[in-house]
């Protein structure tokens, strides 16, 4: 979950710079955000481990543009939000990304916010206690965070009430997608094998259970296998052996352990 700020309300004619991190509500500016993939390798006996836990993709932005209040109305109170879309780009399943987005009074007259409500499980939101009361040129920040539990696309759109004289509901839409965790095996064949195997079993246990499970196959001469059902803050073990033509399995080889943050 994202950090729970506290009220904030922010002027306008702050000589300070703002903080432009989650866990500081004072930030009136956000940007997207963005990861590199990581990339970690074992190598024990014959196998070779690649550990893929980083986030891909780019988190992006698209900009709002509040209409003003026309002179002629009696309501002149307008709230902008520095955002119609959130993008959170590509997440990990089981790791969360935080965004924060603006909320702004520009027009000439107090707007108040009553409620915020959110659809989409994969999504939680954190701000501020409600109703508040924004004075012309002052603003509030609050955090979206999308926290993926399956791989795969993910929808949602956040609601915002307010006396605004734009309209009462302002909606800004949320998108995501979870990137399963994938663990890269490969190996190299014996080379005192008589004949070439048939088959490779793959075997697997988790957090230091001496019970292994098999989790995969490979056929023939294929000595790799991705296994793409590990999630954050796991341990594994894994073994691979070799079947013949006649189905007889193999001598295990060693073991190598990896973590998966």
């Not at 710079?17 to 930030?27: C, E, Q, V, Y």
């Not at 509040?66 to 902008?80: H, T, Y």
């Not at 009361?133 to 609050?142: C, D, E, K, N, Y």
């Not at 989790?215 to 073990?237: I, L, M, N, P, R």
Request: charged share 10%; net charge negative; proline share 7%.
């Amino acid at each position: 979950m994202g950090p729970s700020p506290s009220a904030n309300i922010l002027g306008s004619g702050s000589n300070s710079a703002p903080s432009h991190s989650p866990s500081n509500p004072h930030i009136t500016k956000n940007e997207p955000v963005s990861s590199n993939p990581g990339f970690a390798s074992l190598v024990l006996l014959a196998i070779f481990l690649t550990v893929t836990i980083g986030i891909t993709g780019c988190a992006g932005r698209v900009s709002a543009i509040a209409q003003p209040a026309a002179a002629s109305e009696v309501n002149d109170a307008v709230l902008a939000i520095d955002a119609t879309g959130v993008s959170f780009g590509s997440v990990d399943v089981n790791a969360e990304a935080t965004q924060a987005i603006t909320l702004s009074s520009t027009g000439s007259s107090p707007v108040t916010v009553s409620a915020v409500s959110l659809n989409g499980s994969a999504f939680t939101v954190s701000m501020p206690s409600l109703p508040v009361s924004l004075s012309p040129g002052q603003s509030i920040v609050i955090y979206l965070n999308y926290l993926p539990t399956i791989a795969g696309s993910a929808n949602g759109k956040l609601i915002v009430k307010s006396t605004s004289s734009t309209g009462s509901d302002t909606i800004v839409k949320l998108s995501g997608y979870g990137n399963p965790q994938v663990v890269q095996l490969s190996w190299d064949e014996s080379p005192d094998s008589a004949a070439p195997p048939d088959t490779y079993n793959v075997y697997r246990a988790q957090d230091g259970n001496s019970q292994f499970e098999l989790v995969g196959k490979t056929e023939g001469s294929e000595t790799s296998f991705a296994d793409k059902t590990v999630v954050c803050g796991k341990q594994y073990d894994y073994y691979v052996t070799r079947l013949d033509d006649a189905g007889n399995e193999g001598f295990p080889s060693g073991i190598i352990s990896v973590s998966v943050l």
